[in-house]
């Protein structure tokens, strides 16, 4: 009897956690791990952070190491695009046109940095970033230092790019279209935190910002400019607009899309055998009983290993708590919960938010739904024991130091 084969569109993390898994897992048959770029699988957090800022080395960033794909009979095919699949068939196309039997299809195709549309959006040095191309090229022109950078966007990758340039010595300005940077993520008042830190560390922000167009030419930008009329002078554009789910192979072979592709628990689509995982997807969530989107890197890992789960018969089912963090200047956060329930809920503070170390509990009733700890370590593991007990909690006692976290869970 052939060996069964599980065919992984694309190799990024969640793609490459699908395949580790699924050999962590006992499964002996084929693995075939396609991805678009030349690269093997590897993580981008580093890509604004500590390669970005130089700390850490290109290397540092891949999922595994070299030689594991072979050691772990995984077929590695490096710029390999998938186009579209049967599912009847069990049948995969690639754009090229070779077709591929699969047992299992796992997409993992993941997102795209979204574009300017602008005038001037594609002139030379306006940047986006997404792979480790784009980070060197970055990192390289930030590396000059002494050089007008202006960042689009006052998400996180903004915010963290703003961070990597200041430190090579750049004046940096940051254009968002939000009143407070990263509302959108932890609401206006965490935001404004975030926004003062910048601003200690010298960056200059246009909040509710409507970039119009970039003036300037192939050599690079000179003038970024708002619908109010500010001409913001720039030698590096870094546009961090968001990012758009890799959803064509999908939508091509009649998946259901609703920003992202709709998956169960278990990760599966609603056409039999075929999967997918990470940032291309908005699966189910148990706990919270709906969809979220979650475009992270332990949604990454989460995703992969229930899918593997599922794929050789385990119990399947995404249960992690979404989590993510970010490091700019001296500062380091981590966030668990569930954003969606966070949005307006109340925010109680634990520790000193002045000197930025602290926790912030965003509660909807009395129960927890989202907690950040900044510059506060250890913690995260008792938040998310706090977020998933459901327990109602104290106020005061919450916001107590001396009250350790473990208390409250347990009543
Ligand atoms: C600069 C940056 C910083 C980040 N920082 C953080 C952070 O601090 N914390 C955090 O939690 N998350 C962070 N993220 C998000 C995190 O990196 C993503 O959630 C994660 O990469 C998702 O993994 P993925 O495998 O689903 O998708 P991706 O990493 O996007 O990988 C998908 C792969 O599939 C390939 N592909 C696309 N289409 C096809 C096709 N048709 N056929 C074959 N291959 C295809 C793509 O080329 C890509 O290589 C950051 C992201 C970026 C860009």
């Given at each position: 009897?052939?060996?069964?084969?599980?065919?992984?569109?694309?190799?990024?993390?969640?793609g490459?956690?699908?395949?580790?898994?699924?050999?962590?897992?006992?499964f002996?048959?084929?693995i075939?791990?396609?991805?678009?770029?030349?690269?093997?699988?590897?993580?981008?957090?580093?890509?604004?952070?500590?390669?970005?800022?130089g700390q850490?080395?290109?290397s540092?960033?891949?999922?595994?190491?070299?030689?594991?794909?072979?050691d772990?009979?995984?077929?590695?095919?490096?710029?390999?695009?998938a186009?579209?699949f049967?599912?009847?068939?069990?049948?995969?196309?690639?754009a090229?046109?070779?077709?591929?039997?699969f047992?299992?299809?796992v997409?993992?195709?993941?997102?795209?940095?979204?574009?300017?549309?602008?005038?001037?959006a594609?002139?030379?040095?306006v940047?986006?970033?997404r792979?480790i191309?784009?980070?060197?090229?970055?990192?390289?022109?930030?590396?000059?230092?002494?050089?007008?950078?202006?960042?689009?966007?006052?998400?996180?990758?903004?915010?963290?790019v703003?961070?990597?340039?200041?430190?090579?010595?750049?004046?940096?300005?940051?254009?968002?279209?939000?009143?407070v940077?990263l509302?959108?993520?932890?609401?206006?008042?965490l935001?404004?935190?975030?926004?003062?830190?910048?601003?200690?560390?010298?960056?200059?922000?246009?909040?509710?910002?409507?970039?119009?167009?970039?003036?300037?030419?192939?050599?690079?930008?000179?003038?970024?400019?708002?619908?109010?009329?500010?001409?913001?002078?720039?030698?590096?554009?870094?546009?961090?607009?968001?990012?758009?789910?890799?959803?064509?192979?999908?939508?091509?072979?009649?998946?259901?899309v609703?920003n992202?592709?709709?998956?169960?628990?278990?990760?599966?689509?609603?056409?039999?055998?075929?999967?997918a995982?990470?940032?291309?997807?908005?699966?189910?969530?148990?706990?919270?009983?709906?969809?979220?989107?979650n475009?992270?890197?332990?949604?990454?890992?989460?995703g992969?290993?229930?899918?593997?789960?599922?794929?050789?018969?385990?119990?399947?089912s995404y249960?992690?708590?979404?989590?993510f963090?970010?490091?700019?200047?001296?500062?380091?956060?981590?966030?668990?919960?569930?954003?969606?329930?966070?949005?307006?809920?109340?925010v109680?503070y634990?520790?000193d938010?002045?000197?930025?170390?602290?926790v912030?509990?965003w509660?909807?009733?009395d129960?927890?739904?989202?907690?950040?700890?900044?510059?506060v370590?250890?913690v995260?593991?008792?938040?998310?024991?706090?977020?998933?007990?459901?327990?109602?909690?104290?106020?005061?006692?919450?916001?107590?130091?001396?009250?350790?976290?473990?208390?409250?869970?347990?009543?």
């Open positions: 009897m052939p060996k069964p084969t599980v065919v992984i569109a694309g190799a990024g993390l969640a490459a956690t699908t395949a580790e898994q699924l050999r962590e897992r006992g002996g048959g084929r075939l791990l396609l991805g678009a770029e030349a690269n093997a699988p590897y993580i981008r957090p580093p890509l604004s952070k500590e390669y970005l800022t850490a080395e290109r540092a960033a891949f999922v595994h190491p070299e030689g594991w794909y072979r772990n009979d995984v077929e590695f095919l490096p710029e390999s695009v186009g579209s049967d599912g009847a068939a069990h049948e995969l196309f690639l090229g046109g070779a077709r591929i039997t047992d299992n299809l997409l993992a195709t993941g997102a795209s940095a979204r574009k300017l549309t602008v005038p001037g594609g002139h030379g040095a940047f986006t970033l792979t191309e784009d980070s060197d090229w970055l990192r390289a022109a930030l590396a000059v230092g002494g050089r007008r950078v202006a960042v689009i966007g006052s998400g996180w990758i903004g915010l963290e703003a961070a990597a340039a200041r430190g090579y010595g750049n004046d940096v300005t940051v254009l968002g279209s939000s009143a940077p509302s959108k993520a932890i609401g206006a008042e935001g404004s935190v975030f926004e003062k830190l910048h601003r200690d560390n010298g960056v200059e922000f246009f909040n509710r910002a409507s970039v119009v167009a970039i003036d300037g030419d192939d050599d690079g930008p000179r003038v970024v400019v708002t619908r109010d009329g500010d001409r913001i002078p720039a030698d590096i554009v870094v546009v961090g607009v968001g990012a758009t789910p890799n959803t064509a192979v999908g939508e091509r072979s009649g998946l259901s609703e992202g592709i709709l998956v169960d628990a278990a990760m599966r689509t609603a056409v039999e055998d075929v999967l995982v990470g940032d291309v997807t908005n699966p189910y969530l148990p706990a919270i009983e709906r969809h979220l989107r475009e992270h890197w332990a949604n990454a890992i989460a992969g290993t229930v899918a593997a789960r599922a794929i050789v018969g385990e119990h399947a249960d992690e708590i979404p989590y963090y970010s490091d700019q200047y001296d500062l380091g956060m981590e966030y668990s919960g569930y954003a969606p329930l966070a949005a307006d809920a109340e109680v634990r520790g938010v002045d000197a930025r170390e602290f912030a509990f509660l909807r009733g129960r927890v739904v989202a907690g950040m700890n900044v510059n370590w250890d995260n593991d008792q938040v998310q024991r706090l977020i998933r007990s459901g327990a109602p909690v104290d106020r005061a006692r919450l916001a107590d130091p001396g009250v350790d976290l473990g208390d409250l869970v347990t009543g």
